[in-house]
T-cell receptor, first 114, second 114 residues
Framework: EAQVTQNPRYLITVTGKKLTVTCSQN?????MSWYRQDPGLGLRQIYY???????DKGDVPEGYKVSRKEKRNFPLILESPSPNQTSLYFC?????????????FGPGTRLTVL | GESVGLHLPTLSVQEGDNSIINCAYS??????FIWYKQESGKGPQFIID?????DKRQGQRVTVLLNKTVKHLSLQIAATQPGDSAVYFC?????????????FGKGITLSVRP
């Protein structure tokens, strides 16, 4: 089944404890992206990647890192999480640029930083 | 966990009626538009898209209308069903020089009354 998977689905952590949220797609998509979703603010892009080893900042990149060492995986790294990073996170992928192609979203990761 | 639909405007319709969900987009240079559906506890799911050289596109039970003059996008759902209850987002894509940007609206909650 074609899909985007994220792990973990739920995570409660404490301020300053490094964490990684994994994202993987099995559709051979070139474009991958991370979003956070907050009440009243909608989906905001954190980082995106047009292809392997190519990553760029989105609208809200502060406090986040990403890597794209292989096509299928695009992990989101929070080196020192803070409570304002409590949010619902979505990974998405699309065949090409993601801007004129359908983006497929993962199921989401709900992160709480205490 | 908190629903993504909290704090959003709500459209309530009777089962079997047609629904019209509206979206005002911000950039007259946007050239690609997408509607997404997000059910509780899930990631956004692609419904239908339209490019700026069109003003109407139909899918299965859904129609998207684009009015570039007033920067307005609408999603029409025929014979609304309980399974259509969800949060609906529009998204616009536009190019800024060498870069491109995809921006999501905040969403509208559709509630279907049995």
């Amino acid at each position: 089944e074609a899909q985007v998977t994220q792990n973990p689905r739920y995570l409660i952590t404490v301020t300053g404890k490094k964490l990684t949220v994994t994202c993987s797609q099995n559709m051979n998509h070139e474009y991958m992206s991370w979003y956070r979703q907050d009440p009243g603010l909608g989906l905001r892009q954190i980082y995106y990647s047009m292809n392997v080893e190519v990553t760029d900042k989105g609208d809200v990149p502060e406090g986040y890192k990403v890597s794209r060492k292989e096509k299928r995986n695009f992990p989101l790294i929070l080196e020192s999480p803070s409570p304002n990073q409590t949010s619902l996170y979505f990974c998405a992928s699309s065949l090409l640029s993601g801007l004129t192609d359908t983006q497929y979203f993962g199921p989401g990761t709900r992160l709480t930083v205490l | 966990g908190e629903s993504v639909g909290l704090h959003l405007p709500t459209l309530s319709v009777q089962e079997g009626d047609n629904s019209i969900i509206n979206c005002a987009y911000s950039n007259s240079a946007s050239d690609y538009f997408i509607w997404y559906k997000q059910e509780s506890g899930k990631g956004p799911q692609f419904i239908i898209d339209i490019r700026s050289n069109m003003d109407k596109r139909q899918g299965q039970r859904v129609t998207v209308l684009l009015n570039k003059t007033v920067k307005h996008l609408s999603l029409q759902i025929a014979a609304t069903q309980p399974g259509d209850s969800a949060v609906y987002f529009c998204a616009e894509s536009y190019h800024t020089g060498a870069n491109s940007k995809l921006t999501f609206g905040k969403g509208i909650t559709l509630s279907v009354r049995p």
